[in-house]
């Protein structure tokens, strides 16, 4: 049966490039050979429109570019080909294979060493070129997982970087994707940190996050809604001043990076040396603070890079102190803050030739939240809450990759990585209770500690190749690897009790397994995850098709270790996840491109095994059960959209439309059960059963927009921006809309870039529609509103940068939908309203 299935494998794989190539020689016969000029045709696959044409964004961070001649054409049996391009690489990277055709107003370089000599001797010249996001040559990895112009790709991608991260002054995920419609963050409660980003509509578990190809921890909740119980959130694992750029997939991205990637991928890529170091530099860094006035806060980071010959490397420490967001919440809903973190990174890298480099990163994430709980946030049972929530997470990771154009080989490029990556969110509870639970503890007041944890240890490896050819008339990007990884994951729980009066101590809470502690909501279990990806760019012509195939195989063990009394179940599981896409430059100004994508989420280890009972309450007792039958969710996506760039104004339309089908949804009522053997079970004997389940099927549609018109063809000036999303989705089981989709959101504003990037100033406008929702929802509905913000960036030396942003300049009560969709319609609500008027001010320092 194996051999079948890999034979099943390999037949899909080989499909698409069987086609093309019978294609190729059919038609072989009567085309007459181009020579030269056709073995640059595979250019296309990374083609930008002419509005790039300014190249305002260097292609080498920080690093302009020079202007030069474009050089003749290789010849035909060399095909030339893209190649990869992307700040960690240290290849020769032909820049003509990823920009429009040169224009004569700004010359582009045939190629750019990027090696520690040559990136030395390249730039002594380079002029000095503005900066505008408009006019950004944008590149991503994540689409495709090679280098593609993000307006060349037949998929959305946005792609944040540096420039971005200081402008805008980004310090998190709901930073990063404020002005992004049909994306949002959602943090909840500080103490929690930024728990979920949801994308075009689907959420949590279901939005795939990595480090450099490195999966970050999942998401996880416990217990009551906010303001008590259990998070886990998942933003606040990385330090954005230790990342290069962060990407955001929309749409399944399965082929390619398996399981979880079902609505979209969040792609950080950390920090490289050739960031911060200019051509000629032996040393150079950069130190900046940021004042919030909405946390009262401070964040402080400084970043030092160093050249000695062949081995480069570059050093952050960074710092963040603040305390409880200003918003519209009375006092006794507004818990009281005071955040401390502490974050290192290091990165090295060897380069042993102009074709090579080794890189080993060694990171270390330390976040602190203590709080204390407002008096209207308290448990009813409860005279006090407070605690500290911690987060931490380390990694070291040693990479190696290989990019050579000119290899002779059928091998042109290559990376290999070994990583091994620690993370856990703890949080330290301490309670004062006017009595207690259990013989000799009731009616005394009581101290309750608590120690809550989720731990997630990750190590794996993974091997990317790509081999460039042609057949033909057909220029090819073959894209093939491997990845597998091995993550443990425990939730371990302690409590005791002590009595103020007597001082007795006890770890019992009540009757059953459950309520003795130290217990375990789910059982231990080790994730295996081994993937097989190939893909195949094929450019002819004017038409670009992307075919991919992904293997997965998934393999959850559970541990019976005595502390978790739930049922112990595994699960096997495998899927095949194709994709086919298609871009048609129709003019060198419009393309059009259209995808088709598969996704899939295997079951994780707390929706199969998660095991609770408390039957402390009066009138109210559950449990959760385990469920050995779930199956893994899947999705399919279609995709159209239209482009057009033209040297003063670009824009782009969006279309899509997903299905998914046997959606997980956890916590879902399946009976109850008495405690008692009566013909009526009293209410007190009740017990309500809970159990994460297949509900069937949904679908969700909607299209965006985006586009800027620049008053002048130049890269200084005003612009102007607009963008928006609408998305609606259905549960096709229940017939009823689906409570996870944002409500239509749109951004316009006006820029202003001064020539020779002395100062920048933005006015952007947010606007925010109703949520649609079932009837008879009695959750809480955020009505529909509108936000003004100004930023300013300006440049007082070379070296030194000041920035200011003013938000909610209209002071504006609002809420972000997703952050409430599942809140009670009460004065609670409050703690949930975002920050009034604020201010924002950065002060950034280069050497």
């Known amino acids: 049966m194996f051999k079948q299935f890999l034979l099943r494998i390999f037949l899909v794989c080989s499909t698409p490039l069987l086609l093309v190539l019978l294609w190729d020689v059919a038609h072989a016969a009567s085309v007459e050979p181009k020579g030269a000029q056709e073995s640059g045709e595979l250019s296309h696959l990374a083609n930008d429109d002419s509005s790039y044409q300014s190249l305002a964004q260097p292609l080498a961070e920080h690093a302009p570019v020079a202007a030069a001649e474009p050089s003749p054409a290789p010849l035909a049996a060399q095909p030339a080909l893209p190649p990869l391009l992307s700040e960690v690489e240290t290849s020769e990277v032909t820049s003509a294979a990823l920009l429009p055709a040169p224009d004569t107003r700004y010359p582009i370089p045939d190629t750019l060493p990027q090696t520690p000599d040559t990136l030395a001797q390249t730039a002594n010249d380079l002029p000095e ?38 402008f805008y002054q980004i310090q998190g995920l709901d930073d990063l994707l404020r002005y992004e419609p049909g994306v949002s963050a959602a943090g909840a409660l500080q103490r929690y940190g930024t728990q979920d980003v949801t994308i075009r509509g689907i959420g949590g578990n279901r939005i795939l996050f990595q480090l450099d190809g490195i999966r970050l921890p999942d998401q996880f909740s416990f217990g009551n809604a906010p303001p008590r119980g259990f998070r886990v959130g998942r933003g606040d694992y990385v330090d954005f001043a230790t990342l290069q750029a962060v990407e955001v997939l929309r749409g399944p991205a399965s082929t390619l990076y398996g399981s979880d990637a079902l609505g979209g991928v969040i792609s950080f890529r950390s920090l490289q040396p050739s960031d911060l170091l200019g051509p000629d530099d032996s040393v ?68 042993p030739d102009e074709v090579s480099s080794l890189s080993l990163i060694f990171e270390d994430v330390n976040r602190r939240t203590a709080y204390g709980l407002a008096p209207g946030n308290v448990d009813p049972l409860a005279l006090s809450s407070s605690g500290e929530n911690r987060i931490d997470r380390t990694r070291l990771s040693l990479s190696y990759e290989f990019d050579d154009l000119d290899s002779e080989s059928f091998l042109q490029f290559a990376r290999g990585q070994l990583y091994y990556q620690v993370a856990n969110t703890t949080e330290v509870v301490q309670e004062l209770r006017p009595t207690g639970t259990g013989p000799g503890f009731a009616g005394s007041p009581v101290r309750r500690n608590s120690n809550n944890q989720f731990i997630t240890n990750t190590y794996g490896g ?68 081994l993937g097989f990806y190939v893909q195949d760019e094929m450019a002819i012509g004017p038409l670009n098709v992307i075919a991919g195939l992904r293997f997965d195989h998934y393999d959850l063990q559970t541990i019976d270790d005595g502390i978790f009394r739930g049922q112990t179940v595994d699960l096997t599981a495998s899927a095949l996840s194709p994709r086919v896409a298609v871009l048609y430059e129709a003019t060198p100004e419009i393309s059009f491109y259209g995808q088709y994508a598969r996704g899939f989420r295997a079951p994780l280890y707390s929706e199969i095994t998660g095991s609770f009972t408390n039957l402390a309450g009066a009138f109210f007792k559950y449990e959760t059960l385990s469920n050995p039958n779930l199956q893994p969710e899947s999705s399919n996506s279609f995709e159209v959209g239209v482009r057009g760039n033209f040297p003063q104004w670009n824009a782009r339309l969006t279309g899509f439309y997903n299905t998914y089908n046997n959606f997980i949804a956890a916590e879902q009522q399946v009976g109850t059960r008495c405690l008692i053997a009566a013909a009526f079970c009293p209410p007190t004997q009740r017990v309500s059963q809970f159990q994460a389940i297949n509900i069937g099927s949904a679908r969700i549609y909607g299209v965006e927009f985006g586009g800027e018109y620049r008053f002048s063809p130049d890269p200084s000036g005003f612009s102007l921006l607009a963008s928006l999303a609408f998305a609606q989705g259905d549960d096709l089981t229940t017939n009823r809309p689906l409570t996870t989709v944002d409500p239509f959101s749109a951004v316009a504003g006006l820029r202003y870039q001064a020539p020779e990037d002395r100062w920048r100033a933005e006015l952007i406008g947010t606007f925010v529609g109703r949520a649609r929702v079932p009837d008879g929802n009695t959750n809480f509905v955020p009505d529909a509103y509108a936000l003004v913000d100004a930023i300013a960036a300006y440049n007082v030396t070379p070296a030194l940068g000041l920035n200011l942003g003013l938000y909610n300049l209209l002071n504006t009560e609002y809420y972000q939908y997703s952050e409430v969709r599942d809140r009670p319609n009460n004065e609670a609500i409050s703690q949930f309203s975002q920050a009034g008027t604020n201010v924002r001010l950065g002060l950034n320092y280069r050497f």
């Not at 944008?138 to 689409?143: A, D």
């Not at 980071?301 to 710092?319: K, M, W, Y």
């Not at 603040?322 to 519209?328: A, I, P, Q, T, V």
Request: proline share 3%.
């Open 462 to 529: 993974e091997v990317q190749l790509r081999s460039d050819f042609a057949t033909g008339n057909v220029d090819h990007r073959l894209t093939y690897g491997v990845d597998v990884s091995q993550t443990f994951n425990s939730r371990p729980r302690d409590r005791i009790q002590t009595n103020l009066v007597t001082g007795a101590v006890t770890n019992v809470f009540g009757t059953g397994a459950d309520q003795i502690f130290p217990i375990k909501d789910f059982a231990d279990a080790n994730t295996l995850r």
């Open 284 to 351: 150079a860094g950069d130190v900046f603070s940021t004042y919030s006035s909405a946390v009262g806060g401070l964040e402080s980071a400084a970043r030092i890079a160093f050249r000695n010959e062949d081995v480069e490397s570059v050093f952050v420490l960074s710092r963040r102190d603040g305390r409880e967001l200003s918003n519209f919440a009375p006092s006794r809903f507004t818990d009281s803050i005071d955040i401390g973190d502490t974050n290192f990174y290091g990165n090295v890298v060897y380069f």
């Open 129 to 166: 070129v503005e900066f505008t996001p408009g006019g950004t040559l944008r590149i991503t990895v994540t689409g495709t997982r090679t280098p593609r112009a993000v307006d060349a790709l037949p998929a959305t991608v946005t792609v944040f970087e540096l420039e971005d991260f200081e």
